[in-house]
């Protein structure tokens, strides 16, 4: 079993709906959480943290749920430039490594 | 301000030639990494070095070395390039135990 799953998408959407998808892990020591952005060729960059109680950055929410260990990203009103792959990132406390989600890719459509 | 610079940016190689891989940060951090991505696959740890004079294997080292040259430089060398070994690799670096992790801009290695 791989340590994060996520749905591969794509999720194509049309500018300003909404849409969210989820990444599961398999540690539940796990401690760290992020989300990160990868556009076609370009190298991951980080997003945003996921924090316990949730935590919204502009048009981005992320939620985690320690118990079902699975965090979400939501991006509310879409744009064009939200067209990414989205990787889901996962830490354990003190450990140099991250391990990474495959991506889930969002494609926003005019 | 350069951040995490790898070269080169494309290679090709034969079955059997080896290579080094070049990565160099400027943000002064103590922690480098190199991953390799294939599709489906996402990012998978090769080696790491959480500081200066200190390397360790990740998820997948086989065929893989590092040196660890300096604090600002990381390299990976191929001895021996097999067509396994195509993909895109990333090199990054952090602050130990803290985000976020910065990456360079990639090597995309054809082994042919």
């Not at chain 1, 794509?10 to 300003?16: A, K, R």
């Not at chain 1, 540690?27 to 935590?55: H, I, T």
């Not at chain 2, 002064?28 to 990494?33: A, F, I, P």
């Not at chain 2, 070095?49 to 990740?58: I, M």
Request: charged content about 20%.
């Amino acid at each position: 079993r791989k340590e994060v799953e996520q749905d591969p998408g794509p999720f194509n959407v049309p500018e300003g709906a909404t849409v969210a998808f989820n990444c599961t892990y398999s540690n539940s020591a796990s401690q760290s959480f992020f989300w990160y952005r990868q556009d076609c060729r370009k190298e991951p960059k980080l997003l945003m943290s996921v924090y316990s109680s949730g935590n919204e950055d502009g048009r981005f929410t992320a939620q985690l749920n320690r118990a079902s260990q699975y965090i979400s990203l939501l991006i509310r009103d879409s744009k064009l430039s939200d067209s990414a792959t989205y990787l889901c990132v996962v830490n354990m406390l003190n450990d140099y490594k991250l391990s990474f989600g495959a991506g889930t890719t969002v494609t926003v459509r005019a | 301000n350069a951040g995490v610079t790898q070269t080169p940016k494309f290679q090709v190689l034969k079955t059997g030639q080896s290579m080094t891989l070049q990565c160099a940060q400027d943000m002064n951090h103590n922690s480098m990494y190199w991953y390799r991505q294939d599709p489906g696959m996402g990012l998978r740890l090769i080696y790491y070095s959480a500081s200066e004079g200190t390397t360790d294997k990740g998820e997948v080292p086989n065929g893989y070395n590092v040196s660890r040259l300096n604090k600002r430089e990381f390299s990976l060398r191929l001895e021996s390039a097999a067509p396994s070994q195509t993909s895109v690799y990333f090199c990054a670096s952090s602050e130990p135990g803290r985000q976020p992790q910065h990456f360079g801009d990639g090597t995309r290695l054809s082994i042919l």
